[in-house]
């Protein structure tokens, strides 16, 4: 997702203008502009540069249309890592070239008065959540069951940490088998089938553990 002419969304450079024009004729006082260019980028150039882009493109803006231009939102795209070996983005480090590019872009055309917005759901919530419901059933067999009015389905991000754990554990080749196991996910059980996946007990504390971190890591001994 890092190529806007691929896009359904927004305009095009001279679209822009058009549309500036047209709107500040029907009376529009201030103009905001947004961009979604990419999807969890874990890169820390990433987030400055597109700054830079609006940035440069707010200034053009209020040149030729004379529209007071009062917010920009840099949108989201700033992700988290996923697998061991990514790097984190350094939230710190992507600020500071955003504050650079805004200092050296908007402030000298007299533009220091531009809010700026962001959309980090992502990388704020990310790594980390929390799972609130309620129970509605018992159930008293050879163990004391409480049912809940959630399910695995209300813990779809955690579930992609499954699929991350199995492939390391095939790069270690493991001895494929078949089996059905059953997943404690937080409240909610789940059952599952791992095709060609070695069955052991340690396989259920390893994907327990990877949802208790931001970042799966193998367990010692497997």
Known sequence: MDKPGEAKYGFTRSQLTEGFIKLKNLGVKHFGLHAFLASNTTTNEY?????????????????????????????????IPYRPEQNPADIMAIGEGVRQAYNEVLVPAGMDDVAIYTELGRFMLGPYGCLVTTAIHEK???????????????????????????????????????????????????????????????????????????????????
């Open 47 to 79: 987030y400055p540069e597109l700054a830079r882009i609006l940035f440069k493109t707010a200034v053009e803006l209020n040149r030729e249309t004379g529209a007071h231009i009062s917010f920009i939102n840099l949108s989201g795209g700033v992700g």
């Open 140 to 222: 008293h067999i050879h163990k004391e069951y409480i049912g809940l009015d959630a399910c695995a389905a209300n813990l779809m991000r955690p579930a992609c940490m499954v699929h991350i754990i199995i492939s390391r554990l095939w790069e270690r080749k493991i001895s494929p088998a078949t089996t059905n196991m059953t997943l404690q996910v937080g409240f909610a059980k789940t059952m599952i089938n791992l095709p060609l996946i070695a069955c052991c007990r340690k396989l259920t504390l390893e994907i327990w553990l990877s949802y208790m971190t931001p970042e799966p890591r193998l367990c010692n001994g497997l």
